[in-house]
């Protein structure tokens, strides 16, 4: 009843997504890189509009005296406004951040020469107010000018400027104003790097702690797994998942998983019981019935042949009924801890004879037995138990003649090396194909050649196993398709 473990070497593919682990350490990581790619971006985002409402707070503070000047000369136009007008551009502009003004006419009135500073370039002012506002513009870090009147340029040394229509006069006439932003820009780019830093560092913390902690998470269920792998038959009882500190669910599916074990528990001893029980009450019948055949062949001259055949046969399914009511008796006894074995020296040549002449009585084919030279001189003993020994050289012959073609014989040999018999049983059947004698002993398993010869339970040989290997013994096989098969019986040596 022990699961099979799932297989251990996995490709990054699977590991990723086809395992639970995987799945949640990827959507934890993508969440937590999408929070902090939409954090990081929202507070570039936030420092760059701070920049540019302090830009234009500063420019309007700046362009105060400016505003009035063009206020009044649009108002009353006269040569003392228009002068006032001109010394106020000259006054304030400076190359850092230009002013100037354009007429309704498209005119355009242009601060003086700054001592000390070339002249403004009408070339520079004319691309300040031709180039599109609101856009994206690339300067090593990208500004959000989009829903302003904003615009973004570079001088001919490459300095970039914002420049934007600062005001309005009553007349038409726009106050212009082009700032150096370079300063802003590099401190953008020294938050951004700040940033991007802080991202990375962040993000390598979360990915460790992601799977550190999804690791503890599903630990419980490794634990599941790796104990649900390890229950067989005789753990059912005892194989419980004990978990500390478990996820709520974790620990209702540990629950589930003890009750259902406890369940299988009940249910499996209540078959070993069952099975235990009736075929102890059949057994007792059956040998009655035995009796009464054996004992009607004895006594039956008045029975024709037919009949004597018939009572013959009766009486050979009645063995074999036996037989198969004493395998599930013992394993039911094995599986119960109940399997008593009384080992002691046993005479392996006089038991083999014994097998012999008991299967002869109820094969029609020849039964040869090979005994080595050391037997005239005395009994082979080794460590085994009688009864046992011939009831697992029964069901080695009968197995032998299930898959044997009419007329071939069944061979049985004894040898003894290094402190060991062998006892080999060797037919000239159908063989068994390579894939299944990893599996032969195996209980209720049949080869595909096999079901396809004769019906059987599939119980003898895994009765066979463990009657040997109760004996301190051990058993193997060769076979080969259509030549036949060879069991080995090795039992240690009497001293």
């Known amino acids: 009843m022990a699961s099979q473990a799932g297989p251990h070497r996995l490709g990054w593919r699977q590991r990723l997504f086809g395992s639970l682990l995987g799945q949640l350490r990827l959507a934890a990581f993508s969440s937590v890189l999408l929070g902090y790619t939409a954090a990081s971006a929202f507070t570039l985002l936030i420092n760059q509009q701070f920049l540019l409402r302090q830009q234009k707070t500063g420019q309007l503070l700046a362009a105060g005296p400016l ?51 070339p002249g403004v370039n009408q070339g520079f002012i ?65 938050i951004l790097l700040g940033l991007a830093g802080i991202w990375i560092l962040c993000l390598v913390l979360t990915l460790v702690a992601i799977s550190i902690l999804t690791r503890r998470i599903l630990q419980p269920l490794r634990d599941l797994r790796v104990i649900a792998a390890g229950v067989t038959s005789e753990s059912l009882a005892t194989s419980h998942l004990k978990l500390d500190r478990a996820p709520l669910e974790v620990a209702e599916l540990a629950g589930s998983f003890n009750g259902l074990l406890d369940r299988l528990a009940l249910a499996w001893s209540q078959q070993r019981q069952f099975v235990g029980l009736v075929s102890h009450e059949l057994r007792n019948p059956l040998m009655i019935i035995g009796g009464y055949l054996r004992r009607l062949q004895r006594r039956g001259q008045n029975l024709d042949p037919e009949q004597m055949r018939a009572l013959a046969t009766t009486e050979a399914e009645t063995h074999r009924i036996t037989r198969m009511l004493n395998d599930l008796l013992d394993l039911s006894r094995s599986e119960s801890g109940q399997l008593q074995m009384v080992l002691a020296p046993v005479a392996v040549d006089e038991v083999l004879t014994t097998a012999c002449d008991l299967a002869r009585s109820q094969l029609s084919r020849p039964l040869l037995l090979t005994l080595p030279k050391e037997a005239a001189e005395g009994p082979i003993r080794a460590v085994a138990e009688t009864d046992r020994l011939q009831q697992v050289l029964l069901n080695l012959i009968e197995n032998a003649d299930k898959y044997s073609l009419p007329g071939r014989p069944i061979s049985l040999n004894l040898s003894q090396d290094a402190g060991k018999l062998c006892i080999s049983v060797q037919d000239q059947g159908i063989g068994i194909s390579p894939e299944d004698i990893p599996k032969v002993f195996d209980r209720f398993h049949r080869g595909r050649n096999a079901i396809e010869h004769e019906r059987g339970s599939g119980l003898g040989l895994s009765v066979v196993k463990l009657l040997v290997e109760a004996m301190g013994g051990s058993i193997d096989v060769e076979s080969e398709i259509a030549v036949g098969s060879r069991f080995h019986i090795h039992l240690p040596a009497a001293q």
């Open 126 to 190: 004319k691309k300040a107010m031709a180039a599109p506002q609101g856009t994206w513009q690339d300067l090593s870090i990208t500004l959000l000018l989009v829903g302003t009147d904003l615009r973004l340029v570079k001088d001919q040394e490459g300095n970039s400027f914002l420049s934007h229509p600062l005001h309005r006069s009553s007349d038409g006439s726009l106050l212009w104003v082009a700032e150096d932003i370079s300063t802003n820009i590099n401190a953008l780019r020294t």
């Open 67 to 117: 505003t009035l000047s063009l206020d009044r000369s649009s108002s009353a136009p006269s040569s003392v406004n228009a002068r006032h007008l001109r010394q106020e551009l000259d006054r304030l502009s400076i190359r850092e951040r230009l002013f100037w003004v354009q007429r309704r006419d498209g005119s355009l009135l242009l601060p003086g020469l700054v001592p000390g500073e």
